[in-house]
């Protein structure tokens, strides 16, 4: 079979994926083409919604689609002094109460919760036709020379100078590139989107909720749509209803506890295709310290990079963070020319010498900002989710102080698109 060129190979259309694609066109005057390779026949949308930060905006702004999404999902401005409530639900009573509206080191702050379909829709349109394949699952990569050989199931093989692993938490490239798999927490997630036909009447705000080992959230998208997420410990029994939202849907309107009837009536309209379920992963923070985010001509983003629990509400975030890290230190390297006649007569090998330091560069910048936001959502998720009167007591004393990490680990900024 014909072994097809391809400069810049993304595996994964996913939120890095599609990001890093669409940094690298907007990236110069002229962009760089990607190809990316997707293993499923269509878009994946999995989760429905994520909670979008101040820093995902910055970088969202950066490659040109803030503006339009924003256009689509309510600010979480709270419509009264507060934008998240913190609510026992063993007691019922509010335990902390916090407001979006403050500026922190890099201007205001910008929360809304975006349907996951609705963003890798906005990042599709944006790119050239034909910038992604589906179909084409990754089964080897192998090195050739300077580049890298990039095997698919169908049998057909891609060469490409640079190859980027966006392919998630079961990532091959990340496999190839030494990291181990990501390792479970023992806890796990429902995630649910309801929609209403004539509105609802939720406050543009974060509704949580906290008791009996089980936390719970629901945030409005727009005036039709409210996302929701019910994180727990699931026994033996539990965890069969992995393929059956029936009883997914029967769990959490069991386990919501004392909630107002407002909240329980999203879950209970919610369809059961709009539900579902994972077992939560994280990437052990330290093998960020010392494994190989980049080798050669060969890295990762997003979670095939940093898979982390969704305490902080910042994976989806930091792949976009990623794209655009990863988009501005590629397009410096391939936009260099060679200085001489000695790097003119080897353009390959030193091409090649480019891209790894270009590489190497975005490791360096991402590394310590994927530890950081790993560890503290792990952290965070222990603490939020624990059971028993002394944790339960701490938790709800610490509850304002946990809930401003969020907004601290949000402002901040990965940069602008540009090379300068």
């Known amino acids: 079979m014909d072994v097809v060129e391809e400069d810049i190979v993304i595996v994964g259309a996913g939120i890095a994926g599609l990001t890093t694609a669409l940094g690298l066109h907007r990236v110069a005057l002229f962009g760089f083409q990607s190809l990316v390779l997707e293993s499923s026949d269509g878009l994946r949308v999995t989760g ?38 913190t609510t026992s639900t063993v007691s019922g009573l509010p335990t902390s109460e916090i407001s979006f509206k403050a500026k922190g080191k890099h201007g205001e702050h910008d929360v809304r919760c975006v349907q996951r379909k609705v963003l890798l829709e906005a990042l599709l349109k944006e790119l050239p036709d034909g910038t992604i394949r589906y179909s084409s699952k990754v089964v080897s990569i192998e090195e050739s020379g300077y580049l890298k050989l990039v095997h698919l199931a169908d049998g057909s093989i891609l060469k490409t100078k640079v190859l980027v692993g966006c392919d998630g938490v079961n990532s091959m490239v990340a496999k190839w590139l030494g990291f181990k798999k990501p390792a ?28 009996n080992g089980v936390r719970s959230g629901f945030i409005p998208c727009n005036d039709k749509t409210v996302y929701w997420f019910m994180t727990f410990t699931p026994s033996s029994q539990e965890k069969e209803m992995e393929h059956d939202p029936t009883k997914m849907k029967q769990f959490a309107l069991s386990n919501l506890g004392k909630v107002p009837d407002q909240v329980k009536a999203v ?73 001489n006649k000695a790097e003119e007569e080897d353009a390959e090998g030193e091409e090649f010498k480019r891209i790894k330091t270009g590489l190497e560069k975005y490791a360096k910048e991402r590394r310590f900002r994927g530890f950081d936001l ?38 901040f900024d990965c940069g602008k698109l540009s090379m300068s």
């Open 374 to 411: 790993i560890t503290s959502a792990y952290l965070i998720g222990f603490i939020q989710q624990s059971s028993g009167k002394v944790l339960n007591f701490l938790r709800d004393k610490m509850a304002a102080f946990l809930a401003g990490i969020l907004l601290k680990k949000a402002d």
């Open 267 to 339: 879950v209970e309209i919610t369809e059961l295709d709009s539900i579902s379920f994972a077992q939560l992963r994280f990437r052990h923070p330290w093998e960020l310290l010392w494994g190989n985010i980049s080798k050669d001509n060969v890295c990762v983003a997003g979670d095939a990079f940093h898979p982390m629990t969704p305490d902080l509400g910042q994976g989806g975030c930091a792949a976009i963070e990623d794209g655009v890290v990863l988009a501005r230190c590629l397009a410096e390297a391939l936009s260099k020319k060679p200085n």
């Open 48 to 85: 429905f919604a994520l909670s979008v930060w101040t820093n995902a905006w910055r970088a969202l702004d950066a490659i040109g689609v803030g503006e339009s999404l924003r256009q689509q999902h309510d600010q979480l401005s709270g419509g009264s002094d507060f934008s998240l409530q």
């Open 184 to 211: 479970f927490t023992m806890r796990s997630a429902l995630r649910g989107c309801a929609y209403f036909k004539n509105g609802h009447a939720f406050e543009p705000k974060f509704n949580q909720f906290f008791g």
